[in-house]
């Protein structure tokens, strides 16, 4: 139905900045609602961001200020500006699409890590 290829990830140090990419391909048309989650190891994946593809995107408390989602619909694909990014933000970040309330797709995930 829908595939999800995440890019962007890598190693910065504290206080870098960082551009995830996520690309859909298939039947974009289709998708409702983006987002990204990331993962911790050892910890639960939790909601970054999400949008519309109106927008506004919401964000969680611990990244709102310092994260930017965006959508470029002619290409299909929703971006992550992160910004200040500190070792408590080092996670693989997933790429979520949901078709409707109970059809959701992930991409492979890109590992971010903040290190000096």
């Known amino acids: 139905q829908v595939q999800l290829v995440e890019s962007g990830g890598g190693l910065v140090q504290p206080g870098g900045s960082l551009t995830l990419s996520c690309a859909a391909t298939?039947?974009?048309?289709?998708?409702?609602?983006m987002a990204w989650y990331r993962q911790a190891p050892g910890k639960q994946r939790d909601l970054v961001a999400q949008?519309?593809?109106?927008?506004?995107?919401e964000y969680s408390e611990s990244v709102k200020g310092r994260f930017t989602m965006s959508a470029d619909l002619s290409e299909s694909t929703v971006y992550l500006q992160m910004n200040n990014l500190q070792p408590e933000d080092t996670a693989v970040y997933y790429c979520n699409a949901q078709i409707s309330r109970t059809v959701h797709f992930w991409g492979q995930g890109t590992q971010v890590t903040v290190s000096s």
């Open positions: 298939g039947e974009p048309w289709r998708i409702n609602i």
């Open positions: 949008t519309t593809p109106l927008g506004p995107a």
